[in-house]
């Protein structure tokens, strides 16, 4: 089964609205990621959150190790935060990243 | 933030031909990845790689595939000979440690015809 699991699937709002993305993990872990993938498909490393709690601007991101889980919440959210986001687990170490399939995020004017 | 530059962004090819996609990474990062991404599906992790040697690769790496970073310059992913189900995006990253976050590439979208 799925390493990684993300929820929702896809979320679509208004904007202004906050948005929460959740991953929850089925291993142990050392470490964890998130990404922001452009519809064209780049990718931006929005967090690196071995664990607790972390902030940049409008975005946090939440890593409880033991729980096995992180969540990331976009608050006032805006056209331009709408794409797909990844969050990624670390177990040893090493950079080889385990992914998730992804959230997709719609913000509706 | 820190850049990784892939050169180039689209590369599309005759199946059975060689093809090297590039890496610059960052300038003083020391571990290097490439990972594989076939539309509408996930991110899988192919190989890392560090001090001239790869680490591990993963059963996606077939013996087709070589990865070398000749004399500090770019870090590459040869596919030789090329076969359909190549066909995906390459995104290539690279960390100071390999314990700290991962910077990653735009990607090469490689079309396999």
């Known amino acids: 089964g799925q390493q990684v699991q993300q929820s929702p699937t896809s979320l679509v709002l208004q904007e202004g609205e906050n948005a929460e993305l959740q991953c929850n993990f089925s291993t142990s872990l050392n470490s964890m990621q998130w990404f922001y993938q452009r519809p064209g498909g780049s990718l931006i490393s929005v967090f690196y959150n071995p664990s607790g709690t972390k902030q940049s601007g409008r975005l946090t991101s939440t890593t409880v190790i033991k729980e096995r889980r992180s969540s990331l919440h976009i608050s006032s959210s805006q056209i331009t935060d709408s794409g797909t986001y990844l969050c990624a687990m670390d177990r040893y170490n090493q950079g080889k990243l385990i992914f998730g399939q992804g959230t997709k995020l719609s913000i509706k004017p | 933030g820190p850049k990784v530059l892939q050169i180039p962004s689209h590369q599309i090819i005759d199946m059975g031909q060689m093809v090297t996609l590039n890496c610059d990474p960052v300038s003083n990062h020391l571990y290097f990845y490439w990972y594989k991404q076939i539309l509408g599906q996930q991110m899988e992790f192919l190989v890392n790689?560090?001090?001239?040697?790869?680490?591990?690769k993963s059963k996606l790496f077939k013996d087709q595939f070589s990865v070398e970073r000749p004399d500090g310059s770019y870090f590459t992913l040869k596919i030789q000979p090329t076969a359909l189900e190549d066909s995906a995006v390459y995104f290539c990253a690279s960390s100071l440690g390999g314990n700290e976050r991962l910077f990653f590439g735009h990607g090469t979208k490689l079309s396999v015809l």
């Open positions: 790689f560090y001090n001239g040697k790869v680490m591990e």
